[in-house]
């Protein structure tokens, strides 16, 4: 079946720090792969997408690269700001509907 | 993309009351999906709608408790029912246009 593997939080960090939240996944076929963020009293909302293996999605600095053979898809970004603080899911879909499946949530605080 | 139009916001009821979630798209679609996000938690499918058949439920969520109407290609409605405090969540109705798009969610608190 589907299913996706998200790094347990919280994390906090420092201002300027280098920022890995880990992503693994299950799935049949050819999922596509995404990361969304929930910022304080919001929504979900996009951050970056790859829908095929060693594609790279990339937004306001964050990147994940979709990884086949370790069924992977990190996010990282090299200098978090405060702004960045929210939480932050991993999700697939698996291309054969419109279903979604979501990780757990890793909630992110960054501190001046 | 598509963007979508969720009541209320949030509400605060009595054990035992119905609360019915309402959403809109802008834009036909032939899924809706309806989650719960419980505090601290991530996000849990309850079912999916399809205009003009009835919603399939994801195991441990019952018609009974979370009817659901689904009238046409933009709007859909879930109905928390006989509520109790373990209702307490937020509701999140999403549709599918090449990603995942979401309401802005229902703040539910159940006394």
């Known amino acids: 079946g589907n299913s996706v593997t998200q790094m347990e939080g919280p994390v906090t960090l420092s201002e300027e720090a280098f920022l890995t939240i880990n992503c693994t996944y299950t799935?049949?076929?050819?999922?596509?792969l995404f990361w969304y963020v929930q910022y304080p009293g919001e929504g979900l909302q996009l951050l970056l997408k790859?829908?095929?293996?060693?594609d790279k999605g990339s937004n306001k600095g964050f990147e994940a690269t979709y990884r086949k053979e370790t069924t992977s898809f990190h996010l990282e970004k090299g200098s978090v700001q405060v702004s960045d603080s929210a939480v932050y899911f991993c999700?697939?879909?698996?291309?054969?509907?419109?279903?979604?499946?979501f990780g757990t949530g890793t909630s992110l605080t960054v501190i001046p | 993309s598509a963007v979508i139009s969720q009541k209320p916001s949030r509400d605060i009821c009595q054990r035992g009351t119905s609360l019915t979630i309402q959403c809109q798209v802008d834009?036909?679609?032939?899924?809706m999906f309806w989650y719960r996000q419980q505090p601290g938690q991530s996000l849990t499918l309850i079912a999916t709608?399809?205009?003009?058949?009835?919603?399939?439920?994801e195991s441990g969520f019952v018609i009974d408790k979370f009817p659901i109407s689904r009238p046409n290609l933009t709007f859909s409605t879930l109905t928390v029912s006989n509520m109790s405090p373990e209702d307490s969540s937020i509701y999140l109705c999403?549709?599918?246009?090449?990603?995942?798009?979401f309401g802005q969610g229902t703040r539910l608190t159940v006394v």
């Open positions: 999403s549709v599918v246009v090449l990603e995942a798009f």
């Open positions: 799935a049949t076929g050819y999922p596509s």
């Open positions: 790859a829908t095929k293996a060693d």
């Open positions: 999700a697939l879909s698996s291309g054969t509907g419109n279903q979604f499946y």
């Open positions: 834009s036909q679609v032939t899924m």
């Open positions: 709608a399809n205009q003009g058949s009835e919603a399939t439920y």
